[in-house]
């Protein structure tokens, strides 16, 4: 006896918008309702009423489901958080243990450079940081205008204004010179213009 696996198409689950929808035409329909048919409106709407009371619940439980792996999440990433600082920690102990070993027990070549302790699959050396800038106490503010960048914010009109005030060449190399341009809408100042009905473009 052969047997062969057979692909079931099932319908499409009724939509809580739609059960919805259907219960509030019923309702809606209610006064257009004819004694006749009277028996066959109150079938129907128990039906609806059933239906929507059981799709309630079951998107209800789904939204809790879904609140509950929401906080799920945050614990998980709050002891990963947690985990990743013990090991961080733990890395640069470890990493300073091992450059103490090698300080402590070689000596370095004619070169400055200090043996490497071979494993078998690993090797632990001491290599050279990246040249790096260090500033005196209070000498950030004695380096000259050249080596620095300037971060200012202002209203985007008081920007254009500025611009407008400049000649264009002047104002090309102005616009030339910013590095980063970052526009962000002040909501409660569109808002308090819509209220006040003054039409805003764009909003």
């Known amino acids: 006896m052969s047997t062969s696996l057979a692909v079931v198409a099932t319908p499409n689950p009724i939509t809580l918008y739609a059960i919805e929808e259907h219960l509030q035409c019923l309702l809606d329909s209610e006064a257009l309702v004819t004694p006749d048919l009277e028996e066959i409106f109150v079938q129907d709407l128990t039906t609806a009423l059933r239906s929507a009371v059981d799709k309630r ?3 209800g439980q789904f939204l809790a489901h879904l609140e509950n792996q929401v906080t799920f999440a945050d614990l998980e990433i709050k002891r990963l958080e947690e985990r990743k600082g013990r090991c961080e920690k733990l890395l640069d102990k470890m990493e300073g243990y091992v ?5 402590n027990l070689y000596e370095p070549d004619a070169k400055g450079k200090y043996p ?6 690993c090797t ?9 800038v260090e500033y005196r106490e209070g000498g950030e503010e004695q ?5 620095k960048t300037l971060t200012i914010k202002l209203p985007a ?19 030339d010179a ?3 341009a970052e526009a ?9 213009a819509l209220e006040r009905e003054v039409p805003v473009p764009g909003a």
């Open 57 to 59: 619940d079951r998107v």
């Open 178 to 180: 910013v590095k980063k």
């Open 143 to 147: 380096v000259p205008a050249l080596y």
């Open 99 to 103: 450059m103490r070993v090698i300080r």
């Open 116 to 121: 490497r302790l071979e494993g078998k699959t």
């Open 124 to 132: 632990l050396s001491l290599r050279a940081l990246p040249a790096k």
């Open 157 to 175: 009109e008081r920007w254009e204004q500025l611009l407008d005030s400049l000649d264009m060449e002047t104002a090309g190399d102005v616009i």
């Open 184 to 192: 962000s809408i002040d909501k409660r100042a569109v808002k308090a």
